[in-house]
């Protein structure tokens, strides 16, 4: 007799397989320097430069969002899930070489949040703290065109997002 799995189920499964990946490649990135936090490294920084300060041409604030959690519910869903949480919004749109600024506002007083960039093989490019009830912003520039992703390790799989990189702006 074969296995039936509905969509549902294979979903769950490749965000656990997901998850996984990311985690132990964190984990692999953590190890190449020497734990902790950290921005692009040289080889990364020609896929994307971060640094805390400079000349931003553009910009975005990305919230943390409470969907459901333990002090305020629903408590269904927090039995079932735990507590979720989402980046808001979840799609960002940015040009090739113009240096972006996204700040990140943590809005929790008592879940702390994190950051992890990621390219299309899904590397970890980046990984940094959102402290809680902080803004925390950095100035991306982008030196290559396609799809990132970004997410908070600690709430996968809900609390993710895109980056689409575009080519540049025609001024």
Known sequence: MG???SRIEAR??????????CAVNVAHAHTMHKGGFFLPNADNAKIVTVSATGEAAAGITV??????????????AVKKFGEI???VPQFIAVHRDEPTKIE?????????HDLALLDADLNVLMYEKLPTLKKTSWVFT???EG??????L?????????ILVLPPSAH
């Open 3 to 5: 296995l039936i799995v």
């Open 12 to 21: 769950i499964v490749a965000t656990a397989a997901l998850a996984v990946f």
């Open 63 to 76: 919230i943390t969002q409470a969907v459901a959690e333990k002090e305020t519910g629903p408590r269904e």
């Open 85 to 87: 949480y989402e980046f």
């Open 104 to 112: 990140f506002w943590n809005l929790q007083g008592d879940d702390e």
């Open 142 to 144: 982008f030196h290559r």
């Open 147 to 152: 799809l990132f992703g970004f997410k908070c």
């Open 154 to 162: 600690v709430h996968q799989p809900e609390m993710s997002g895109q």
